[in-house]
């Protein structure tokens, strides 16, 4: 049965309804958004979660539920937070970002930290003792014990960034809200994902592309995965 | 690829109009060949029903081209266009509910409302037809009837032109829709075509999203609306309007007139009329007459006697 749909899914590739360069600039305009959204995530919550898993601090078991609750957070609300700070009459209105990649960018990183955050800090915590133990004995300082529990813990880092990236890249409610899902009248996206896309055709009843268009962002993901575990193998062996 | 080539030029054009701009200083004009606007983008908030049938991808180049500009049409339902632009998030409107544009414009955020084109709404349903409303001539006796039976009813309940469209049909029809058989699901046209098709439901749709999607789902028009010489309380105009510069001051407002002008030319009304989906026409135009319409700019009922309710 799997069988059958996934050949029945190529002729539909080939006869999509959709002009030149219209799923080419979605998946550019998907990538370019999360990837950024996940950097960026990724540059403040691995600091955030090394500093949580070295250091002691009154409030420290607070900052931590917050963070996971973080994780929960509906992407939709996510979007209406984003909406109201970017909007005209909002704090940020002054720079137009409302309809704009970097709005959606915004609302992506927010999305994309509290689970980077989280996984890293187990990641981190679940390294063991005697690798920090062995790297004091051996005369390290903080920042060099840090530097090789981050080393022993990349595995988990690299599941926490890709975790990251799947929640990114896969959302719609706040991309919809913040982006406006828009393309030019040539078709080629401004701010429309594959996620937004997938939404506006199952709104207009074609299933078939949506299902198509689903199967692309799968195949990006799987890319994106295998490249990430591509480099983690090459850290090994250096 | 010209069509690339074009706004590449046009981005040369406006740095060239940037870069000049010490001397020229606020020179209307611009550079000599090149609109003072080119480069700028006009937010244009919409319904679903325009930008699903694919009309405003058909129209916009001729308006990007001309002017050098890009469009961001954003489809979102007229409740939801309007709070946009409310916020002054977008330049322009395109909406399909007369009641909700007049608050629009009585609040202040809107002027120079232009009546844009028209099509229907129709009543559609299983071919089975369980309540029996086939070839009525009242959409309001035919929803009654679809009440009194019980049978499945779709509603958009998005807040969307549809929607409200809808609400008013029930509130004529002095019905309280409710109950098991009345579902709401907060979804877009095509969304809720579907719905109606799986639950052999019937549900109220603008005609241009029904043709665009009539061949995916089993539902035939069971009430017409006037364009079908059915009853001129289904009747769907679009209006549009430009974010008021007095109060939004960021608003695009330059370059919403020029929008505005340009879909009510008689050129692009008949752009709109041409435009098919399956063989029909979607969108009536009706900015261009030859008889005064006042009643356009204002709203509904409006009078400058003051006896405006």
Same mark, same amino acid.
């Given at each position: ?79 209406? @937070?984003?909406?109201? *700070?970017?909007?005209?009459? &909002? ?5 137009? /970002?409302?309809?704009? %990649? !970097? +709005? ?26 005697? @690798?920090?133990?062995? *790297?004091?004995?051996?005369? &390290? ?5 840090? /530097?090789?529990?981050? %080393? !022993? +813990? ?30 030019? *009248? ?53 | ?309």
């Amino acid at each position: 049965m799997p069988v059958d749909s996934a050949v029945q899914l190529v002729p539909a590739l080939l006869d999509l309804p959709f002009r030149e360069g219209y799923v080419r600039s979605i998946i550019v305009v998907s990538l370019y958004v999360s990837v950024l959204a996940v950097t960026l995530s990724t540059l403040v919550s691995v600091p955030v979660a090394v500093l949580l898993g070295f250091a002691d601090f009154p409030g420290k078991r607070f900052v931590k539920s917050v963070i996971n609750t973080g994780m929960g957070f509906p992407s939709v609300v996510v979007g209406l @937070v984003v909406l109201f *700070a970017v909007s005209n009459q &909002g704090p940020l209105g002054s720079l137009n /970002l409302i309809f704009t %990649k !970097e +709005a959606m960018i915004m609302s992506q990183f927010v999305l994309a930290t509290p689970p980077i955050t989280a996984i890293s800090l187990a990641a981190i915590t679940g390294v063991d003792d005697g @690798v920090r133990d062995a *790297a004091r004995v051996l005369g &390290g300082t903080r920042l060099d014990v840090a /530097l090789v529990v981050l %080393k !022993e +813990a990349r595995y988990g880092i690299a599941t926490a960034i890709l975790a990251g990236f799947g929640r990114a890249i896969s959302e719609v409610g706040s991309v919809l809200i913040v982006g406006g899902n828009i393309t030019s *009248a040539d078709g080629i996206s401004k701010t429309r994902t594959l996620t937004t896309a997938i939404q506006l055709e199952a709104r207009q009843g074609q299933y078939q592309t949506a299902m198509v268009l689903g199967a692309v962002l799968v195949a990006l993901v799987l890319t994106v995965n295998a490249v990430v575990v591509r480099f983690g193998d090459r850290g090994v062996q250096s | 690829m010209s069509i690339h080539r074009r706004r590449f030029v046009a981005a040369l054009g406006a740095g060239a109009v940037a870069s000049t701009a010490g001397c020229t200083q606020l020179g209307i004009g611009g550079s000599d060949d090149q609109a003072a606007v080119a480069g700028e983008t006009l937010t244009l908030t919409t319904t679903t029903s325009t930008y699903d049938t694919g009309l405003l991808d058909e129209i916009h180049t001729d308006f990007e081209e001309m002017y050098g500009v890009t469009v961001d049409a954003v489809a979102q339902g007229t409740g939801a266009a309007l709070e946009s632009a409310r916020n002054g998030d977008s330049d322009v409107v395109m909406v399909h509910a007369r009641g909700l544009e007049d608050e629009f414009l009585r609040n202040g955020y809107g002027v120079n409302r232009r009546d844009l084109m028209f099509n229907d709404f129709v009543i559609v349903g299983p071919e089975s037809d369980p309540a029996g409303i086939q070839g009525m001539d009242s959409a309001t006796e035919a929803l009654t009837a679809i009440a009194d039976a019980g049978a499945t009813f779709v509603s958009r309940g998005d807040n969307s032109g549809t929607h409200t469209k809808e609400l008013n049909l029930w509130e004529a029809a002095g019905t309280e829709p409710g109950g098991d058989w009345y579902q709401e699901t907060g979804t877009g046209m095509g969304e809720a075509l579907n719905v109606a098709n799986q639950q052999g439901a019937y549900t109220l749709s603008d005609r241009g999203t029904f043709i665009s999607q009539r061949s995916e789902v089993d539902l035939t028009i069971l009430v017409q609306g006037p364009i079908e010489d059915g009853p001129e309380i289904l009747a769907n105009p679009y209006g549009i309007m430009v974010v008021n510069p007095g109060v939004h001051e960021n608003a695009n407002y330059d370059l919403g007139m020029a929008y505005i002008g340009w879909i009510t030319s008689p050129g692009v009304q008949s752009s709109i009329s041409e435009y098919q989906v399956n063989g029909e026409q979607l969108f009536f135009p009706e900015a261009v007459s030859e008889d005064p319409d006042f009643q356009q700019y204002v709203p509904e009922g409006w009078s400058s006697d003051g006896s405006d309710a």
